[in-house]
C-alpha cells in the first residue's frame, strides 16, 4: 500500500497568515493526489485534485503543488473559515488518505 | 445537481453485521468514469477509505477490512449498500459515501467531488 504522510498534524496560524500543508507519498504517485478540507461535523470538501487543479468553486488563495513525492497545499492569506482538517488523498492504486492537519486559530 | 445520503443502524452489537445503503441522485451509476466509494472516520480520527464500485461493476477494497467488506450495486434504485461483517466497538465512526469522479481517459485522476452528510455507526452490546 501506498503510505501518505502528513505534516504538520496541526499547526496554530492567524488570520492573514500563509499557511503550507505538505503530504509525501511511500512512493510515486505521479500527480494523482488530492486534497480535502473539512469542517467539524461536516463531510470533506474537494479543493484541489491532481496535485494542483483547483476545483470549481474553491477560492484561488488555494493551490497545490508537487515536487516529487512531496505534495504541497498552500493558503495564501488564511481567512477565518479556513480553520478546518485538510487531508490529502492518492489516486495511483488502493486509495489512501493522509492523517489530516488541523489548522487552528493562534 | 448530485446528492448522496447514507442510511442504515445508528448502533449495532459486536459480532453484528452492518448494512448501510448509499441513496443518491443526480447521476447514473452507469455512465462510464463514475463510481462510488465508502470511507469512514472514527470520532476525532482521520479518514479512513473502505471501497469503491465502479459504473462497470468493478469493486475495490481496502486491503485490511476486505475480509469483512461487499460492496453492490443497484443502478436502478441508484443505490450502493456496504455490508460489513464481525462489527466491533472500534468501527464506530462516521460513514460516508461519496461520488468517485474521473477526470479524464487516462484513468489515473479521480476524486471524491460529492460526498453525503455521513452516519454515525456505534458499536457497543
Known amino acids: 500500500d501506498i503510505q501518505m504522510t502528513q505534516s504538520p498534524s496541526s499547526l496554530s496560524a492567524s488570520v492573514g497568515d500563509r499557511v503550507t500543508i505538505t503530504c509525501r507519498a511511500s512512493q510515486s504517485i505521479s500527480t494523482y493526489l488530492n486534497w480535502y478540507q473539512q469542517k467539524p461535523g461536516k463531510a470533506p470538501k474537494l479543493l484541489i485534485y491532481?496535485?494542483?487543479s483547483l476545483q470549481s468553486g474553491v477560492p484561488s488563495r488555494f493551490s497545490g503543488s508537487r515536487s516529487g513525492t512531496d505534495f504541497t497545499l498552500t493558503i495564501s492569506s488564511l481567512l477565518p473559515e479556513d480553520f478546518a482538517t485538510y487531508y490529502c488523498q492518492q489516486s495511483y492504486s488502493t486509495l489512501t488518505f493522509g492523517g489530516g492537519t488541523k489548522v487552528e486559530i493562534k | 445537481q448530485i446528492t448522496l445520503r447514507e442510511s442504515g443502524p445508528t448502533l449495532v452489537k459486536p459480532t453484528q453485521t452492518l448494512t448501510l445503503t448509499c441513496t443518491f441522485s443526480?447521476?447514473?451509476?452507469?455512465?462510464?468514469?463514475?463510481?462510488v466509494g465508502w470511507i469512514r472516520q472514527p470520532p476525532g480520527k482521520a479518514l479512513e477509505w473502505l471501497a469503491l464500485i465502479y459504473w462497470d461493476d468493478d469493486k475495490r477494497y481496502s486491503p485490511s477490512l476486505k475480509s469483512r467488506l461487499t460492496i453492490t450495486k443497484d443502478t436502478s434504485k441508484n443505490q450502493v449498500v456496504l455490508t460489513m461483517t464481525n462489527m466491533d466497538p472500534v468501527d464506530t465512526a462516521t460513514y460516508y459515501c461519496?461520488?468517485?469522479?474521473?477526470?479524464?481517459?487516462?484513468?489515473?485522476?479521480?476524486?471524491?467531488?460529492?460526498w453525503g452528510q455521513g452516519t454515525l455507526v456505534t458499536v457497543s452490546s
Open positions: 443526480g447521476f447514473s451509476l452507469s455512465t462510464s468514469g463514475v463510481g
Open positions: 491532481a496535485a494542483s
Open positions: 461519496a461520488h468517485y469522479l474521473r477526470l479524464d481517459s487516462s484513468g489515473y485522476v479521480w476524486y471524491f467531488d460529492h
